[in-house]
């Protein structure tokens, strides 16, 4: 049995500590401990009240999601949960830290609650996939309204303890230590002779909800929004209504029951908990231990703000990092320092951030012309336009300058790193750190490694990569590490598509409906279309030699539509709109190309589009498995989740690809190659030696 809970008597008091190293999850060994202890304390007289508490940083980090799926041993939560509600004796739960999903519900089996300050209370289980389905969708909103258990359980996001109070979900915010804190609060309930407060018997706001349709009305349209295409969401809408309207508790709880068991099927569930631990997986590499030495991180270094730059810089000042950003001259210096500043006060205007908090992080920036100011850093990363020449010369200026020991780092989206390792006599401290644009939003960190590396490097880079809340994932280094060489499959085979018969507005629908934020055409028109147009123009290639799927857009780039930022490219964007409209002009530009390449446009179905998107992006990942750029499936599956906005609940990629089953994909590859030839529809060898073998992806990392 997995954890184990402790049980000791201090005068009148049992104390109950569960400890199950890290974050004490519900393990088997939990349960049981839990469940033997209410026993143990109901039968001592000497006991008046029990306090359950946590050891370490949690309280209870919420069911062993390990465990979903396969059989477990010991009590079940529910049995163990009603046993701790049904005491006679007042049960306090003490929270000492992290109290989430099974953990609050079992906090609100308690009777009361006691709150340490540094604590967090959260059901994050519609993150998972899944709804609170021990009791949480029926206690809560009967502790604090239907509406702000929607809203908590909706959003899945913690809340620290002083809140937790002001909320209701704690009874005492505790000053000094917090076991004594919980044995005063029992020992005054012992003396008052209260009564033990079960959260089921009380209907008072649920009679004042009963009848508003208007909540849930607008929970749904709240989840149809921010959870797209998610399925727990409405799962729990529908057992807070039976909260509200059934009244009785235990009816309530059959609809938890059974809504509960539906999200533990449907596969958003399994896709989304192969991410959780994918997101912790990645931090693990094979020949970097855990244990091994890295630097602490105190001040940080900017080359370039730009766009990126200036993105990365917030990054650091976001967590308390100061930094040294350097620009070429004065003008450009002021020009990207005002854009930071703005940026922080449209957070401000939006009431995420206070003007206090903004004067903090504004305070510990410091813009520069000159080198010799990086010399403090303890990480130097340059952030300036794609060209490995310039790039190989800001590497030895960085070395010149940068302190022994200091991490020199490339924000370079796909060149090679090696070269810029051996501009420097330090090639061990050179690393990517490839962030992705905006970089103080977006969540992915690829951690590029060179051949020298060393091992410090990569586990210094890989802990910040943590610090600045992002998901770091390590690449080796080959052109476009991991998602840039996928991704190239995929726009490219969307350029063709539409040449062949398809309208840049099926194709974009098609990856809409899968799930993705935008399609390739919307991406393209955001990110711009003049880049690859001018890079082309000043390389000096000729109009025929343009690859046939960069041919409309470059025609679009003769008409000056750029995409959003001169609002026109692939679509029209309406003054101050973001959302595109389609335009026939460039439907007929489309097949004006078509006819000059000689192709003989059709319907194709939105099938074949997907399919010719996505499979791409499987055979390059299975290319980039056996070269070992990415050291296992899920790594690609974290990639693209966190920063190309593949669907979350598809589990990434890899994953996906192994829920349709790989020989059916390789199937549909080996098809497409006899009809459209091309290197891309060359099956990896390494997708064919599964298929062979009956396996899937998720096979390499048992
Ligand atoms: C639930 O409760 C359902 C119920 O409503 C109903 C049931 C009937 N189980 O994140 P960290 C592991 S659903 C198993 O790096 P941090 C994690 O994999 C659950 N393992 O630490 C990692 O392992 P490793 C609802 C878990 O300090 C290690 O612990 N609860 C669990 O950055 C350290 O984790 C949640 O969704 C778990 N529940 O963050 C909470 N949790 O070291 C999920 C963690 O081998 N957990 N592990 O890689 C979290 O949000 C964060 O882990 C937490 C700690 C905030 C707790």
Not at 25 to 49: E, H
Not at 263 to 281: G, N, T, V, W
Not at 676 to 699: C, H, I, N, T
Request: with cysteine; net charge negative.
């Amino acid at each position: 049995m997995k954890g184990t809970v402790h049980y000791e008597v201090r005068d009148n008091i049992a104390l109950m500590t569960i400890d199950n190293p890290p974050v004490n999850p519900l393990s088997s060994g939990v349960r049981q401990g839990m469940f033997d202890g209410i026993a143990k304390a109901l039968a001592d007289n000497q006991v008046a009240a029990v306090i359950l508490t946590g050891e370490g940083r949690a309280f209870i980090a919420g069911a062993d999601i390990s465990e979903f799926g396969g059989a477990s041993a010991g009590p079940g939560l529910h049995e163990c949960i009603n046993a701790l509600e049904a005491s006679t004796k007042p049960v306090i739960a003490a929270i000492n830290g992290t109290a989430f999903g099974g953990g609050l519900e079992v906090a609100l089996c308690c009777h009361y609650r006691v709150i340490a300050a540094t604590a967090q209370v959260g059901l994050p289980e519609v993150k998972l996939g899944l709804l609170p389905g021990a009791g949480g969708t029926q206690r809560l909103p009967r502790l604090v309204g239907a509406q702000k258990a929607l809203d908590f359980m909706l959003s899945g996001d913690g809340v620290p303890g002083p809140m937790a109070y002001e909320l209701g979900i704690a009874d005492e915010l505790a000053q000094g230590d917090l076991v004594e804190a919980a044995i005063n609060f029992a020992n005054n309930i012992i003396a008052k002779g209260s009564p033990v407060r079960r959260i089921r018997d009380e209907d008072g706001k649920l009679l004042a909800d009963r009848g508003n349709t208007e909540i849930f009305d607008q929970a749904r349209k709240t989840a149809a929004r921010k959870m797209r295409k998610r399925f727990a969401p409405e799962m729990i809408i529908q057992c807070v209504e039976a909260a509200v309207n059934l009244g009785d508790f235990d009816a309530g709880m059959k609809v938890e029951a059974e809504n509960f068991s539906k999200c533990l099927k449907h596969p958003q569930r399994e896709a989304l908990i192969h991410m959780f631990f994918s997101e912790r997986e990645v931090a693990k590499i094979p020949d970097v231990p855990r244990d091994t030495a890295s630097q602490d991180i105190a001040q940080a270094a900017v080359i370039g703000c730009g766009t990126m730059g200036g993105g990365i810089s917030m990054c650091f000042l976001n967590v308390g990092i100061p930094v040294t950003v350097l620009e070429l001259n004065q003008e450009a210096l002021d020009r990207g320092i005002g854009v930071i500043q703005r940026n922080y006060d449209i957070q401000v205007q939006r009431g995420r951030m206070s003007e206090a908090q903004v004067k903090q992080r504004m305070g510990i920036l410091t813009g520069t012309t000159n080198y010799e100011d990086l010399n403090t850093a303890d990480v130097v990363i340059e952030a300036i336009y794609e060209n490995i020449d310039v790039k190989v010369e800001t590497f030895k200026k960085m070395e010149a300058v940068a302190k022994p020991g200091a991490i020199l780092a490339s924000n370079t989206s796909g060149l090679d790193l090696d070269k810029m390792a051996a501009a420097t006599s330090r090639p061990e401290s050179v690393i990517g750190l490839h962030f992705f644009s905006p970089a103080n939003v977006m969540k992915l960190l690829e951690v590029v490694r060179g051949e020298k590396s060393s091992a410090e490097t990569i586990a210094t880079s890989m802990k910040l990569g943590k610090r600045l809340k992002k998901v770091a994932v390590l690449s080796g280094n080959a052109p476009g590490f991991i998602g840039n060489r996928m991704l190239a499959g995929y726009t490219r085979q969307a350029g063709e598509i539409i040449l062949q018969g398809a309208t840049p507005y099926q194709v974009d629908n098609v990856m809409l409906n899968f799930g993705m934020p935008m399609g390739p055409f919307q991406m393209n028109d955001l990110v711009g279309l003049d880049l690859g147009w001018r890079a082309r123009q000043l390389a000096g290639v000729k109009p025929e030699d343009v690859p046939i799927t960069a041919r409309v857009a470059d025609k679009l780039c003769n008409m000056e539509r750029f995409g959003q930022k001169t609002s026109r490219g692939f679509y029209i964007y309406p003054e101050g709109s973001r959302a595109g409209q389609a335009d026939p002009e460039v439907v007929e530009i489309v097949e004006q190309t078509s006819a000059e390449l000689g192709i003989t446009r059709r319907e194709i179905a939105d099938e074949e589009v997907l399919k010719r998107c996505l499979y791409p992006l499987i055979n390059e990942g299975a290319r980039i498995l056996e070269d070992g750029i990415a050291i296992r499936p899920c790594d690609i599956d974290v990639v693209y989740i966190n920063g190309y906005g593949f669907p979350e609940v598809t589990g990434g990629p890899m994953f996906w690809a192994d829920q349709q089953g790989l020989d059916t994909i390789l199937g549909d590859i080996k098809n497409f190659g006899e009809e459209y030839g091309g290197d891309v529809w060359k099956p990896a060898p390494l997708l064919e030696r599964l298929v062979a073998q009956g396996k899937g992806f998720g096979s390499l990392q048992e």
